[in-house]
């Protein structure tokens, strides 16, 4: 949906024109994959594909809302708000207004139209699109000062409490702190951060949407959580300056991996290397900005996902090996939480259309799905339109 479209189901919804238009981007990761509730380092960035809101205050006690791509309505009054069973798509927002009246916010009713084109399940954070621009959104309306790192965090919250999924802090963060043209790295411990520009004369970030998300994905992810956090426990028998798997070393790992056992012992090392590739990463940005080294941290990330996380599936393994042949690929892997959604690809930005047809072609023949593609550019964090 345009904004203007969605203005318009505002004005023909709430009867006149909303006082506020707000975007809110999805992202992308370039690496750093379920490290960031470990404590760790990730690479995200915003990307020009974005939930946009149409927002004004009602005057009354009630907050409505307006999915407009979803066809559908959802009216509470304030004081009532709890989390909706069944996943209801009202959570995302109705848990930031619980966490922004937690911090003070004297939030009052509201009417709120919103819909975009961030692919849902595509593994590029709709959902913390959409916490972070109705927080956003409403501090706005409201002349609240919270600063961008304390939505994110309310925004992570409403995630935790009403859609159930434990994560991290990195899709909120991209999204409240996206900015064009670059990535930006976030200690997910220190919440310093630093940005890094991208330059896509040479090189594009193109998406391939497997277009499949299984069942499992909230709840394995919330697993691995819980993994990881027994692997630390493990640890620190040892050591007990080890606070989180950051702390932790491959030695120590081995050390200790008849009392891991061998599932959490994987869990760990996987985390602990890929906290590694990112700090490659970045210094390859900095350095000496070779795209195939770069390439090969993102096949290397993949094969850490795949075999040790365990956190793929087999249209993303496709994937990843169809851009092995792909023209112009200098690396992929999996992208997000896992189990479906899209893959990242670094492509030489000549070769894009080649490396796009080869996918495409190559998915349909080996396992007879369509592959949709994004091509992206890096984009600002939320923020408003201004038509
Ligand atoms: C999901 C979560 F929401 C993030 O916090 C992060 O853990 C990611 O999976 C995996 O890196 O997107």
Redesign the pocket.
């Known amino acids: 949906m345009t904004t203007t479209e969605i203005s318009a189901a505002f004005t023909q919804h709430y009867g006149a024109a909303p006082d506020l238009l707000v975007r809110a981007p999805g992202r992308i ?1 370039l690496i ?6 470990n404590d760790g380092l ?1 690479l995200p960035a915003a990307i020009d594909r974005e939930i946009r809101f149409a927002l004004r205050l009602n005057g009354t006690d009630r907050v409505r809302l307006t999915a407009t791509d979803l066809h559908d309505t959802y009216e509470v009054a304030v004081a009532d708000i709890k989390p909706l069973p069944g996943g209801h798509w009202a959570n995302y927002q109705l848990g930031v207004v619980a966490g922004l009246l937690r911090a003070g916010v004297a939030v009052p009713g509201f009417d709120c139209a919103f819909g975009g084109d961030v692919p849902g399940g595509a ?1 590029l ?1 709709s959902s ?1 699109a959409v916490e972070c621009g109705i927080a956003w959104g409403l501090c706005e309306l409201l002349h609240a000062d919270l600063d961008r790192m304390k939505l994110a965090h309310i925004a992570q919250k409403a ?1 935790h409490e009403y859609a159930k ?1 434990m ?5 909120q963060f991209a999204s409240l702190f996206g900015r064009a043209g670059h990535v930006v790295e976030l200690d997910c411990r220190s919440l310093e951060y630093c940005y890094f520009p991208f330059d896509t004369d040479d090189c594009r970030i193109v998406l391939c949407n497997s277009g499949v998300k299984h069942a499992l994905a909230d709840s394995e ?1 919330n697993t691995r959580r819980h993994e990881c956090a027994r692997g630390v426990e493990i640890l620190q028998k040892h050591n007990p300056a080890i606070k989180s798997l950051r702390d932790a070393t491959l030695p120590e790992i081995e050390a200790a991996k008849d009392e891991l056992g061998e599932v959490i012992a994987r869990r760990c090392r996987y985390v602990v290397e890929e906290n590694q590739r990112v700090i490659d990463f970045t210094k390859q940005l900095a350095e000496h900005n070779s795209l195939s080294k770069v390439g090969e941290l993102l096949y290397a990330s993949h094969a850490g996902l795949r075999d040790d996380y365990q956190v793929s599936c087999p249209e993303l393994d496709t994937l990843v090996e169809l851009s092995r042949q792909a023209p112009g690929c200098y690396g992929a892997r999996m992208m ?3 189990f479906g959604g899209c893959t990242l690809n670094l492509v030489a930005t000549a070769e894009v259309k080649n490396f796009l047809t080869h996918m495409k072609q190559g998915y349909h023949d080996q396992l007879g799905l369509k592959l949709d593609t994004y091509v992206t550019t890096l984009a600002d964090g939320v923020g408003e339109i201004f038509e």
């Open positions: 990761n750093g994959e379920h490290t960031d509730y990730v593994g954070s913390a995630e999924v994560c991290g802090l990195m899709d992810y997000g939480g896992g």
